[in-house]
């Protein structure tokens, strides 16, 4: 599944993970200062924030998306010197783009998060009859988010597009790999469903789950400072009382909470998911080779193969009754969790209307990282039966040497233009 794709997997992503931590270190203690030899400086801690699409031209910004493509260039060129691929341009520089993308449609988000301060704050002091505007005014505040929308949907657009030609040049990396060696894999029962069907679900299923875990660790990153400076509106939590970060600690706790209630509940899922994928490929089997034979695929026998895949489904079925009921319950209760949190400070008049916004949103969104595992997880349960497969698939493979047909593979790869 990788070695088709990436150079030498193991020692790539050791690479890859080594590599990003060292720039992430370098950017928080000197990189982003390092801008101002460039001519652009980081912004002045006392500078107001700038509201709207502004802030994503700005002399920080642009500084960053440079010192990122600095980072992706060497480590490319590291990796195109050391250890040539033929899909080296898609699952190293795509990936990057497929990155930025996600983390500029972030950062959009923090934008819109700031908008919403000052925007609601001006709101309520129109509907309280406090404040005065014009129609002008109200419009240009509404442009600032059209703007940062905008921006933001076109982009995402664009990367959900390019995301999905990364995943089918994964998927053809891997279906000209195992075709490679169709001679040691044909005999395995179900070859041809694994290197057709399961290549394609696998592909499908990162599509989704690859994107969204991405996207969910870079919102995390990116909203708990916001959290952390918006926290300075809380001065307690319910029945707890005063603590220090208090969004931060009823965050953490909740999702913990939940993620745990979860990965509980479905600990049964993937091993019945991996029984039904057994006990269908055995049906299936039996209908192939029915067609070509008039002895195989007897009534008697499909009636047996059949009632083998509806217990399984049905046994399945009642496991996810009190998984569904922890999931769903959990999810409703996460509607007004934040609110619960903030009710001491409303009750006190702490909170104005913006800053009410910025905090749910921002909470919505910290919250919304850290469920990944809980939204996703009959998903990765998918993912991890299809993964199964393909791992016993190839375990044919590494029953003898594999460097020695690994590199006929890159080099036949390499004669053609795998984009």
Same mark, same amino acid.
């Given at each position: 599944?990788?070695?088709?794709?990436?150079?030498?997997?193991?020692?790539?992503?050791?690479?890859?993970?080594?590599?990003?931590?060292?720039?992430?270190?370098?950017?928080?203690?000197?990189?982003?200062?390092?801008?101002?030899?460039?001519?652009?400086?980081?912004?002045?801690?006392?500078?107001? !924030?700038?509201?709207? $699409?502004?802030?994503?031209?700005?002399?920080?910004?642009?500084?960053?998306?440079?010192?990122?493509?600095?980072?992706?260039?060497?480590?490319?060129?590291?990796?195109?010197?050391?250890? !040539?691929?033929?899909?080296?341009?898609?699952?190293?520089?795509?990936?990057?783009?497929?990155?930025?993308?996600?983390?500029?449609?972030?950062?959009?988000?923090?934008?819109?998060?700031?908008?919403?301060? !000052?925007?609601?704050?001006?709101?309520?002091?129109?509907?309280?009859?406090?404040?005065?505007?014009?129609?002008?005014?109200?419009?240009?505040?509404?442009?600032?988010?059209?703007?940062?929308?905008?921006?933001?949907?076109?982009?995402?657009?664009?990367?959900?597009?390019?995301?999905?030609?990364?995943?089918?040049?994964?998927?053809?990396?891997?279906?000209?790999?195992? =075709?490679?060696?169709?001679?040691?894999?044909?005999? =395995?029962?179900?070859?041809?469903?694994? $290197?057709?069907?399961?290549?394609?679900?696998?592909?499908?299923?990162?599509?989704?789950?690859?994107?969204?875990?991405?996207?969910?660790?870079?919102?995390?990153?990116?909203?708990?400072?916001?959290?952390?400076?918006?926290?300075?509106?809380?001065?307690?939590?319910?029945? $707890?009382?005063?603590?220090?970060?208090?969004?931060?600690?009823?965050?953490?706790?909740?999702?913990?909470?939940?993620?745990?209630?979860?990965?509980?509940?479905?600990?049964?899922?993937?091993?019945?998911?991996?029984?039904?994928?057994?006990?269908?490929?055995?049906?299936?089997?039996?209908?192939?080779?029915?067609?070509?034979?008039?002895?195989?695929?007897?009534?008697?026998?499909?009636?047996?193969?059949?009632?083998?895949?509806?217990?399984?489904?049905?046994?399945?079925?009642?496991?996810?009754?009190?998984?569904?009921?922890?999931?769903?319950?959990?999810?409703?209760?996460?509607? =007004?969790?934040?609110?619960?949190?903030?009710? !001491?400070?409303?009750?006190?008049?702490?909170?104005?209307?913006?800053?009410?916004?910025?905090?749910?949103?921002?909470?919505?969104?910290?919250?919304?990282?850290?469920?990944?595992?809980?939204?996703?997880?009959?998903?990765?349960?998918?993912?991890?039966?299809?993964?199964?497969?393909?791992?016993?698939?190839?375990?044919?493979?590494?029953?003898?040497?594999?460097?020695? $047909?690994?590199?006929?593979?890159?080099?036949?790869?390499?004669?053609?233009?795998?984009?």
């Amino acid at each position: 599944m990788f070695v088709s794709f990436f150079p030498q997997p193991k020692l790539f992503f050791s690479s890859a993970a080594i590599w990003s931590l060292a720039a992430i270190l370098f950017w928080f203690f000197g990189g982003e200062q390092l801008g101002a030899v460039f001519g652009m400086p980081p912004a002045a801690a006392d500078a107001p !924030p700038i509201i709207g $699409i502004a802030i994503l031209l700005s002399k920080p910004f642009l500084w960053f998306y440079l010192y990122f493509a600095f980072c992706v260039l060497v480590f490319y060129a590291f990796w195109s010197w050391y250890s !040539p691929h033929p899909w080296q341009r898609w699952s190293i520089l795509m990936t990057a783009v497929i990155l930025f993308f996600i983390y500029f449609n972030v950062q959009v988000s923090v934008a819109v998060n700031a908008w919403y301060g !000052p925007f609601f704050d001006y709101v309520q002091g129109l509907m309280s009859g406090t404040g005065k505007s014009t129609n002008g005014e109200f419009y240009t505040g509404l442009a600032d988010f059209s703007w940062l929308a905008l921006v933001g949907m076109n982009v995402q657009v664009v990367n959900a597009f390019i995301v999905s030609h990364w995943i089918f040049r994964w998927r053809t990396a891997m279906n000209n790999y195992f =075709i490679e060696n169709w001679g040691r894999l044909r005999h =395995i029962e179900g070859a041809s469903q694994r $290197i057709q069907e399961d290549t394609m679900r696998f592909s499908q299923i990162m599509e989704d789950l690859g994107s969204s875990f991405v996207q969910s660790i870079m919102t995390l990153i990116a909203f708990l400072p916001v959290m952390i400076q918006l926290q300075a509106h809380i001065s307690e939590l319910p029945i $707890i009382g005063a603590v220090p970060q208090p969004l931060v600690v009823a965050a953490l706790a909740w999702c913990l909470f939940g993620t745990i209630s979860v990965m509980i509940a479905g600990l049964k899922l993937p091993g019945l998911q991996f029984r039904n994928q057994r006990v269908e490929a055995a049906y299936r089997k039996e209908l192939v080779y029915g067609e070509d034979h008039a002895d195989r695929a007897q009534p008697a026998t499909t009636a047996e193969l059949f009632a083998n895949v509806r217990h399984n489904y049905f046994r399945l079925y009642f496991h996810y009754i009190y998984f569904n009921v922890v999931r769903y319950t959990y999810l409703q209760a996460d509607n =007004i969790f934040s609110l619960l949190i903030l009710g !001491p400070s409303l009750v006190a008049h702490k909170i104005t209307f913006g800053a009410l916004n910025q905090i749910s949103n921002a909470f919505g969104k910290v919250t919304g990282s850290l469920q990944f595992l809980l939204t996703s997880w009959s998903t990765i349960v998918e993912l991890q039966s299809v993964h199964k497969r393909l791992r016993a698939f190839e375990a044919t493979l590494q029953g003898e040497p594999l460097p020695d $047909i690994d590199q006929r593979y890159l080099a036949r790869q390499g004669a053609e233009d795998p984009a």
